[in-house]
């Protein structure tokens, strides 16, 4: 039991030891490993950011002739995390519409899932860019004289390559029907307006080019990750050959001895 405790107070030492040495290097950055990093990282703000601040609004006009002939604007508000379904319909301040009371009537549906999913995930991705770049400027031998560090990077690369592939198409769906929801074809579902005595019309949208950027992003990050999958691989134990295979290439075979 002794020993092993003292093994791993070994460890702990060396970790420590090394750790203390942080040494500014921006070599790698000059390199494809540190150098898409750095567009990783980018391109991840911007795929949260697109997503997250969105805020939107539709509107549709009313009236119901005689009483009301000339038409009024029902808003709803909407937008990250695109809980549709909890976006009420506001008419405007102290004015009754047609004897509706359009605050009881929502927006139809639910993408909290996909795009919560999404913007998560960028959010982990861009920290974990951080990590990534502190690693490589600040401690470039520690992660080249590591067998263990390249192989850990290797596999998260990997990973963030199809989880961007994922959450990017769940969150592309999610945006069509988003769009779908918001449409002309709201004024069909509102149950008031089935009346023949109330007349409603889609008056606008708010544009949602931020989220088709938000997609383009998604899509963007996936083929970062994805290319910088092999000058990552590059680093680890599986692309160089180990140092230990060096002697026994280099000895070359006994002779035979003689009969």
């Known amino acids: 039991m002794a020993p092993n405790i003292y093994l791993v107070r070994q460890r702990i030492s060396r970790l420590g030891q090394r750790m203390s040495g942080f040494q500014i290097n921006l070599n790698p950055l000059k390199e494809p490993l540190g150098f898409i990093k750095v567009h990783e990282w980018i391109a991840s703000i911007f795929a949260f950011a697109t997503c997250g601040g969105f805020k939107g609004q539709i509107e549709i006009q009313v009236s119901c002739p005689p009483t009301i002939t000339e038409n009024k604007t029902i808003t709803a508000t909407f937008g990250y995390p695109f809980r549709l379904n909890e976006a009420s319909f506001q008419p405007p301040p102290g004015v009754n519409i047609c004897d509706v009371n359009w605050k009881s009537y929502v927006l139809i549906g639910d993408y909290s ?11 982990f991705v861009f920290l974990y860019c951080i990590a990534a770049l502190l690693l490589y ?36 769906k999610a945006l ?25 019309y889609f008056g606008s949208v708010t544009s949602m080019g931020s989220l088709n950027v938000s997609v383009i992003f998604g899509f963007l990050n996936m083929i970062l990750w994805g290319g910088n999958a092999w000058f990552v691989y590059k680093e680890t134990s599986l692309h160089s050959p180990s140092n230990t295979s060096a002697p026994h290439s280099q000895g070359g075979i ?4 003689g009969i």
């Not at 918001?182 to 009346?195: A, D, F, R, W």
């Not at 006994?254 to 001895?257: A, D, H, L, N, Y």
């Open 137 to 172: 400027v600040g401690y470039t031998s520690l992660y080249l004289d590591s067998r263990k560090l390249p192989m850990i990077d290797f596999v998260v690369t990997l990973v963030a390559t199809f989880l961007w592939l994922v959450s990017t198409s769940a969150w592309a």
């Open 176 to 200: 069509t029907d988003i769009k779908i929801a918001t449409g002309h074809n709201i004024v069909q579902e509102l149950s008031p307006c089935k009346k023949k005595e109330i007349l409603c």
């Open 113 to 123: 899932s996909s795009a919560q999913f999404y913007v998560t995930f960028a959010v």
């Open 254 to 257: 006994p002779p035979p001895t």
